[in-house]
């Protein structure tokens, strides 16, 4: 018998390492998976071939966006919740399609809490 537990996958695009990593901490700490990418182009990459549950992304990195990542995203056929880390214009990334925001600087429990509350509603 297999006692290997699936859990949810996230994917945390930020061009700042230190940002990627301490995110990817927290949420392993949890007893989330974490993918972590610096740019829209090899986040698509890894959403492409990776069963993610969830994207946590910046707005504006260099190269491939936060812009262009959700876009891409919400033309997949493949829905998945997306939250959107900024420092402003938290309106226009919900216009774009994500459905949560945090205004960084944020605490490390407010993206466990919109994480898990999207995450109860995603279907499986």
Known sequence: MDDTVLRPLILIVDDELLIRESLADTLTDVGY???TAASGE???ALFESHRVAAVVTD??????DGFVLI????KRAKPVPIIV????QPALAKQLGADATLTKPFRPRDLLRV?????S???A
């Not at 707005?59 to 491939?64: D, K, P």
């Not at 994480?115 to 995450?119: A, G, M, N, Q």
């Open 33 to 35: 998976e974490t993918l």
């Open 42 to 44: 090899e986040a698509l």
């Open 59 to 64: 707005m504006y990195m260099g190269g491939s």
């Open 71 to 74: 876009n891409a995203l919400r």
């Open 85 to 88: 880390m900024s420092g402003g």
């Open 115 to 119: 994480l898990d509350r999207l995450l």
């Open 121 to 123: 509603r995603a279907p």
